[in-house]
Structures are given as C-alpha cells and as structure tokens.
Nanobody
C-alpha cells in the first residue's frame, strides 16, 4: 500500500495550488482522509479532513481559502489551496485510514509529504 502526493511547489502570495494524493495497492475501501502540514520548527497540524461520505472539517486558518475533496472511485484525495499566504509554507502530508490486508484492522497511513512554498 502506498500514498503518493503531488502538486506542491513554489507560488507567489495570493496564488493557488492543487495537491493530490493517490492510494494504491488497496484491498478494502479507504475511510477518512486528510491533509496535515508541518512548518520548520513547528508541530504537524491538521489542515483539513474528509470522511468517505464527504463530510469535511478545516483548520480555522484555512477556512474559506482551502477546499478538500476526494474521488473514491480513483482512491484520490485533493486539496485546492487558494489565496495562499507565506504562513501556508510547509510540508503537506496526506493521511488515510487503510485496511492493508485481511488480517488487520484499519489504521492511519501517511504519505511522504510535498513541499509548498509561498513566497514572492
């Protein structure tokens, strides 16, 4: 099982980026998914999360600017980030609740992270 993120990069303040995270090697459906971020010297914090049914929640700092969504048929999670600010600069990590085989239960998996840098 793998979670692979893409879409990070360098963007100017006020710009937009779209992150993607695709799960592969699955046997069972994904459950809750989410995005976390970690800036240098800071803790890893939740940015946004979405249930399999589509219910969402967001950190206050990104409400109205970021949108989380998922395509269950493609096992893919998205994060549309608009009106980006320098303080959004961080490594962004995808998470998903995955049951990797017939012998275990669902547990949280992490992607490798993708760098987002907001700077002029």
């Amino acid at each position: 099982v793998q979670l692979v993120e893409s879409g990070g990069g360098l963007v100017q303040p006020g710009g937009s980026l779209r992150l993607s995270c695709t799960a592969s090697g699955l046997i069972f459906p994904l459950k809750d998914m989410g995005w976390y971020r970690q800036a240098p010297g800071k803790e890893r914090d939740l940015v946004a999360a979405v249930t399999r049914g589509g219910s969402t929640n967001y950190a206050d700092s990104v409400k109205g600017r970021f949108t989380i969504s998922r395509d269950n048929a493609k096992n893919t999670l998205y994060l549309q980030m608009n009106s980006l600010k320098p303080e959004d600069t961080a490594v962004y990590y995808c998470t998903a609740e995955i049951r990797p085989d017939y012998y275990g239960n669902y547990r949280v998996w992490w992607g490798q992270g993708t760098q987002v840098t907001v700077s002029s």
